[in-house]
Nanobody, 115 residues
Framework: QFVESGGGSVQPGGSLRLSCVAS????????IGWYRQAPGKERELIAA???????NYRPSVKGRFTISRDNIKETAYLQMRSLEPEDTAVYYC???????????WGQGTQVTVSG
């Protein structure tokens, strides 16, 4: 189970920090990913962090977003800077273990970037 929070409405160039609290998984052994789904578009993976803190980013967010994790708190974070209107979407987190992403999704958190 995942509970995302931290979304909101910001102007272009603004920042937000999203949080994802996980439960029911072996968090420390899991790869954690942040996804987003914009209106009328498919859900896309934008950032991921492995169990050994190796990170990967979608080119559209690389250099602006930073994914991190706290295994003690079983929480993942997405620091977003220099936000653009194209970043407007519902943001979700998920976990991957043994080669498979969870089929359980949280409610997501809405991020709206407009001026």
């Amino acid at each position: 189970q995942f509970v995302e929070s931290g979304g909101g409405s910001v102007q272009p160039g603004g920042s937000l920090r999203l949080s994802c609290v996980a439960s029911g998984i072996i968090f420390s052994d899991s790869l954690i990913g942040w996804y987003r789904q914009a209106p009328g578009k498919e859900r896309e993976l934008i950032a991921a962090i492995s169990a050994i803190n190796s990170t990967n980013y979608r080119p559209s967010v690389k250099g602006r977003f930073t994914i991190s994790r706290d295994n003690i708190k079983e929480t993942a974070y997405l620091q977003m800077r220099s936000l653009e209107p194209e970043d407007t979407a519902v943001y979700y987190c998920n976990s991957k273990r043994d080669g498979m992403w969870s089929n359980v999704w949280g409610q997501g958190t809405q991020v709206t970037v407009s001026g």
